[in-house]
């Protein structure tokens, strides 16, 4: 059973496990769900506040904030693309939530 970001449960049963079996199984746990979706809901908003207080709403502010992040995102490429034996063609940046980088192989 786990709780996906937006709240809802997700439950895995075997197949052909008895439709009671599983709703008793939820029910048993009520306490946990309740639990879990007010944590998981927390942390919505925690990363909500966060990404609110970036304001990039406009080109310059997204420029500007490029700029910040090249000073310490470069070194670190540079570092890791020797150790690694690579070179990176380019590098961006989204915000995101689960993601924390990608390397594509062309």
């Keep these: 059973m786990r709780i996906t970001k937006n ?3 997700h439950v895995s ?15 048993q ?3 946990w769900i309740d639990e879990a979706r007010k944590k998981t809901s927390e942390r ?8 609110n207080q970036l304001s990039l709403t406009t080109q310059a502010q997204r420029i ?3 700029k910040k992040l090249k000073v310490i995102l470069e070194p ?3 570092k890791y693309s020797k150790e690694m034996g690579v070179t990176p063609s380019t590098v961006s940046c989204k ?3 689960s993601r924390w980088g990608r390397c594509n192989v062309s």
Excluded: C, S
Excluded at 13 to 27: M, N, S, T
Excluded at 44 to 51: D, L, T, V, W
């Design 13 to 27: 049963a075997p197949i052909g496990l008895p439709k009671k079996q599983v709703v008793d199984f939820i029910e």
């Design 64 to 66: 500007e904030a490029w």
């Design 76 to 78: 670190m490429v540079e």
């Design 7 to 9: 709240g809802d449960v």
């Design 44 to 51: 919505q908003k925690q990363r909500a506040n966060f990404y």
């Design 95 to 97: 915000p995101m939530i």
């Design 29 to 31: 746990h009520q306490d």
